[in-house]
């Protein structure tokens, strides 16, 4: 047992580490006349307990002001295991620094894991050793020494930075420097002029699997997190694959009558170069359909990998399949998680948008989280075709992201929209004084 005590303005403080107390983010606070006093299962778990502290003391400003603060008891120890944000700096870059702010707010709200799209159709942003190709004539991509920056900046403070290389879709950027690695199809070219036209890498190309064992090895010496996400999401495969004399023989040699079968082969290399390395995989969960009615997994997932739900409509289904096979599921699904789509009818992204469905501050809040064993936890996007920069990116995510937190953290039966909502002022007037941009939700308030 660690302690650390200290005494400041005639205030007794007491800090220690308690390893027997059950799970590793668990905290008790206790506030009372002879003084305040903070256990936790490990130094992650007091550093939650001093965001709960915090909020306290921003919460009850009067109280603060006059050196105060009202006694409290708070056992207290998170809902789910995984609190996750994600950025897409391939779309848009940011900035080491931007990215460093961003993180320092998240923690306030107790995540633990921020995800970075690196690859896809609009850039490569990260460096990979022996390929300097991939980011040849760009300046906007992390080296590995900003990585190791932002992933000891993210580690200081708890959170778990992930990345994400978006495969066999999304994959332009790399096809840019390498296409020879494409289908060999007769509207390849047009395919690739357009950013999310659908060009995939070739499921029968030898050298697309070295060099994508190259990529993971690099990313998997990069980042310590013991998850590397691959995508798989939105692969335009009866425009490539199918069409692709070399996936067609690949096809036949295989018994295959659906070029989407080649997912399963297609991955069963990826994956190899994940395990090799020591990593387990993500992948977003896709379905036999991108609308219900849907049966299947697109492919066979194996039990090992983490899916994530994201389509609109397919989260119930695809809570079913999971917990079938076996998977382990982040819940991110679009009517709820991404933050990416408009807050109020009206508002922005005011272009890239395709028609997005309004995610209100309290439909974020509604996710339901349920105790399926599975269930890892939560994650908000920030896809980023429309955010230019970590201003409009706090635009985006704040409140809503504090509704997501709370939906990783506090078990379902003890949330409440209206406690939710009685707490959002202090909570804002916070984000003012650190001058975040975010949006203020009106429409909750006055009634």
Same mark, same amino acid.
């Given at each position: 047992m660690t302690e650390h005590f200290g005494e400041g303005?005639?205030?007794?403080?007491?800090?220690?580490? +308690?390893?027997? !107390?059950?799970?590793?983010?668990?905290?008790?606070?206790e506030v009372n006349p002879s003084g305040l006093h903070l256990t936790g299962a490990s130094e992650e778990a007091l550093f939650r307990g001093m965001q709960t502290l +915090?909020?306290?003391?921003?919460?009850?400003?009067?109280?603060?002001?006059?050196?105060?603060?009202?006694?409290?008891?708070?056992?207290?120890?998170?809902?789910?295991?995984?609190?996750?944000? !994600?950025?897409?700096?391939? =779309?848009?870059?940011?900035?080491?620094?931007?990215?460093?702010?961003?993180?320092?707010?998240?923690?306030?709200?107790?995540?633990?894991?921020?995800?970075?799209?690196?690859? +896809?159709?609009?850039?490569?942003?990260?460096?990979?050793? #022996?390929? @300097?190709?991939?980011?040849?004539?760009? +300046?906007? *991509?992390?080296?590995?020494?900003?990585? =190791?920056?932002i992933i000891g900046y993210a580690a200081d403070r708890y959170i778990e930075i992930v990345p994400e290389t978006d495969i066999p879709g999304h994959t332009r950027a790399l096809l840019s420097a390498h296409p020879e690695l494409g289908c060999h199809i007769a509207d390849s070219a047009a395919l690739a002029a357009v950013p999310g036209?659908?060009? !995939?890498?070739?499921?029968?190309?030898?050298?697309?699997?070295?060099? *994508?064992?190259d990529i993971i090895g690099c990313l998997a010496s990069m980042f310590p997190s013991p998850y590397i996400h691959l995508g798989g999401d939105e692969a335009a495969i009866e425009r490539n694959w199918a069409l692709c004399g070399d996936c067609r023989r690949m096809m036949s040699e295989r018994g295959y009558t659906e070029a989407a079968s080649l997912m399963n082969d297609f991955f069963g290399r990826m994956l190899s170069s994940v395990r090799s390395r020591g990593k387990k995989a993500i992948l977003w969960c896709e379905l036999d359909n991108i609308y219900m009615p849907a049966e299947k997994y697109l492919m066979d997932y194996?039990?090992?990998?983490?899916?994530?739900?994201?389509?609109?409509?397919?989260?119930?289904?695809? !809570?079913?399949?999971?917990?079938?096979?076996?998977? @382990?599921?982040?819940?991110?699904?679009?009517?709820?998680?991404?933050?990416?789509?408009?807050?109020m009818k009206g508002d922005l992204p005011e272009h890239n948008n395709w028609g997005m469905p309004v995610t209100t501050?309290?439909?974020?809040?509604?996710?339901?989280?349920?105790?399926?064993?599975?269930?890892? #936890?939560?994650?908000?996007?920030?896809?980023?075709?429309?955010?230019?920069?970590?201003? =409009?990116?706090? *635009?985006?995510?704040?409140? =809503?992201?504090?509704?997501?937190?709370?939906?990783?953290?506090?078990?379902?039966?003890?949330?409440?929209?209206?406690?939710?909502?009685?707490?959002?002022?202090?909570?804002?007037?916070?984000?003012?004084?650190? #001058?975040?941009s975010f949006r203020v939700p009106f429409e909750v308030f006055g009634d």
């Open positions: 303005n005639g205030v007794k403080t007491r800090l220690e580490v +308690d390893p027997s !107390m059950s799970g590793k983010e668990h905290y008790r606070l +915090d909020q306290i003391l921003w919460g009850d400003v009067a109280a603060t002001a006059r050196g105060e603060i009202s006694p409290v008891v708070i056992d207290d120890a998170p809902a789910f295991p995984r609190r996750a944000l !994600m950025l897409d700096p391939a =779309r848009h870059f940011i900035p080491v620094k931007d990215v460093k702010r961003f993180i320092d707010i998240m923690a306030r709200y107790k995540f633990n894991v921020l995800q970075l799209h690196l690859t +896809d159709d609009e850039g490569w942003r990260v460096e990979i050793a #022996g390929h @300097p190709e991939l980011t040849a004539g760009s +300046d906007q *991509y992390y080296s590995e020494s900003d990585i =190791r920056e036209a659908g060009v !995939m890498a070739c499921a029968a190309n030898d050298s697309v699997y070295s060099l *994508y064992d194996p039990s090992d990998v983490t899916l994530v739900t994201w389509r609109n409509g397919l989260t119930p289904k695809c !809570m079913e399949l999971t917990a079938a096979n076996g998977n @382990p599921l982040i819940m991110a699904p679009g009517e709820h998680a991404y933050l990416d789509y408009p807050q501050l309290q439909r974020s809040y509604s996710i339901d989280m349920p105790a399926n064993g599975n269930v890892e #936890g939560v994650m908000g996007t920030l896809w980023g075709e429309a955010i230019a920069d970590v201003d =409009r990116a706090f *635009y985006m995510a704040y409140p =809503r992201a504090m509704a997501l937190a709370e939906a990783g953290w506090t078990l379902p039966e003890r949330r409440s929209w209206d406690s939710f909502r009685s707490r959002l002022p202090g909570a804002l007037s916070k984000l003012m004084q650190l #001058g975040v």
